[in-house]
């Protein structure tokens, strides 16, 4: 059974840092697309950010573009989502995600097969 566990949120100060770890069991994602997700208070879930199984390209929303950046190790089947220059605007709860299928990395949440339970960044004015 695929599980996919998110830590490293908390509440921070704005212009801080976070870095967000997301390690799955059950399965290897070194085949998978891995992308993060976020959902704030009377939202919809948005796109965040999303890495290749390679690894080699990345693609991420406007709003975190030069401020985030995403990583992944297989090694220990873990993908980060490193969170730099925090804005209130970023609280939320986040979500990593994905793709089994070998297709171009996506930012559609409907292709993502696996999801964590999420964690909760707030980030304080």
């Known amino acids: 059974q695929v599980q996919l566990v998110e830590s490293g949120g908390g509440l921070v100060q704005a212009g801080g840092s976070l870095r967000l770890s997301c390690t799955a069991s059950?399965?290897?994602?070194?085949?998978?697309?891995m992308g993060w997700f976020r959902q704030a208070p009377g939202k919809e879930r948005e796109f965040v950010a999303v890495?290749?199984?390679?690894?080699?390209?990345?693609y991420y929303t406007d709003s975190v573009k030069g401020r985030f950046t995403i990583s992944r190790d297989n090694a220990k089947n873990t993908v980060y989502l490193q969170m730099n220059s925090l804005k209130p605007e970023d609280t939320a709860v986040y979500y990593c995600?994905?793709?089994?299928?070998?297709?171009?990395?996506?930012?559609?949440?409907?292709?993502?097969?696996?999801w964590g339970q999420g964690t909760q960044v707030t980030v304080s004015s």
């Open positions: 995600a994905s793709d089994v299928r070998p297709l171009a990395p996506s930012q559609r949440p409907e292709r993502y097969d696996y």
């Open positions: 890495i290749s199984m390679s690894g080699g390209i990345t």
């Open positions: 059950g399965r290897t994602v070194s085949t998978w697309i």
